[in-house]
C-alpha cells in the first residue's frame, strides 16, 4: 500500500515589515533617551534598570499592535514622537524605587505631556493616521497617568486616592474583558479630552514637592469624579450602540 506522507512545513512568522524595522531602529535609539532622563532623575543609580525593563516592555507590546496590522509603508516622525513619549513615561518608574531629584520628575512629565498631540498633528501632516497611532498615542498617556499616580503615592503628596485618577483606563479595560461590547469604537469627545489633559496636569502638579497633601487629595477627588463621569458617559453610549 502506498502512502504519501504529509509533508510538515513547520510555522514561521511573517518577515519584519519596513515599518516594523523602523520601529525596532527608533525602539533602539530610544534606550538612550530613558538613560538620560533616568540619569537626570536618579543619577547613576539601580533604579535605572526599572526603567530600561519597562521600557523593554513597552516597545515589546507596542510592536506586537504595530504586527497586527498598520497601513502605512513608513513608520513616519509621528509614531517616533510617542515612542519619544513612552521613553520619557519610563523613565519617570526609576523614581519609584530611586531617590529623585525633586523638580526633575515634574519637568520630565511636562515635556511627555507637551509631545502629546504634538503626535497626532505630523501624523495628520504626514497622512499617517491610523489605528494604531491613535492606540499607541492613547496606551502612552494611560502608562503615564499610572506612573505619575505612583510616584505622587510613594512621594507621599497624596494618599491612596490618587490612584483613583491613574488606574481608570486599565480598569476600563479589564471591565472589557468580562463585556466585549466596552471595546466598540468611541465617537470623538471634547469633554473626554478635556477630562484626560486635567488628569495629567494634576498629576504633573502632584510632582511639585510644594504641593500639602491637604489640598491635594480634594484636587485628585475632583478630578477622580471627572473621569468617572467622562467613563460613564462613554459607558452609556457603548451600550446603547451596541449591536
Avoid at 513612552?86 to 525633586?102: I, K, Q, R
Wanted: contains cysteine.
Amino acid at each position: 500500500m502506498n502512502e504519501l506522507d504529509p509533508v510538515m512545513m513547520s510555522p514561521t512568522r511573517p518577515p519584519l515589515s519596513e515599518p516594523q524595522r523602523q520601529f525596532l531602529r527608533a525602539s533602539a535609539a530610544g534606550v538612550v533617551l530613558v538613560l538620560a532622563a533616568g540619569l537626570a532623575l536618579v543619577g547613576i543609580d539601580a533604579a535605572l534598570w526599572l526603567a530600561l525593563a519597562g521600557y523593554g516592555l513597552g516597545v515589546g507590546l507596542v510592536l506586537v499592535l504595530l504586527r497586527r496590522g498598520y497601513p502605512h509603508g513608513r513608520l513616519g516622525l509621528c509614531n517616533r514622537v510617542t515612542l519619544a513619549r513612552l521613553a520619557l513615561t519610563a523613565a519617570l518608574l526609576a523614581p519609584l524605587v530611586g531617590p529623585a531629584s525633586a523638580w526633575v520628575v515634574p519637568a520630565i512629565a511636562v515635556l511627555a505631556l507637551s509631545l502629546d498631540g504634538v503626535d497626532g498633528w505630523l501624523a495628520r501632516r504626514e497622512d499617517l493616521c491610523s489605528e494604531f497611532g491613535a492606540r499607541f498615542d492613547m496606551e502612552v498617556d494611560s502608562a503615564l497617568a499610572l506612573i505619575l499616580a505612583l510616584n505622587a503615592l510613594v512621594a507621599g503628596t497624596a494618599g491612596w486616592v490618587v490612584l483613583l485618577i491613574g488606574l481608570p483606563r486599565y480598569a476600563f479595560a479589564a471591565a472589557g474583558l468580562a463585556f466585549p461590547w466596552l471595546e466598540g469604537a468611541l465617537p470623538e469627545r471634547f469633554s473626554r479630552k478635556a477630562v484626560c489633559v486635567a488628569q495629567i496636569a494634576t498629576l504633573i502638579a502632584l510632582q511639585v514637592p510644594l504641593v500639602p497633601t491637604e489640598v491635594a487629595n480634594p484636587v485628585v477627588a475632583a478630578v477622580a469624579l471627572a473621569l468617572i463621569w467622562s467613563f460613564g458617559k462613554d459607558i452609556l453610549w457603548l451600550r446603547q450602540s451596541r449591536p
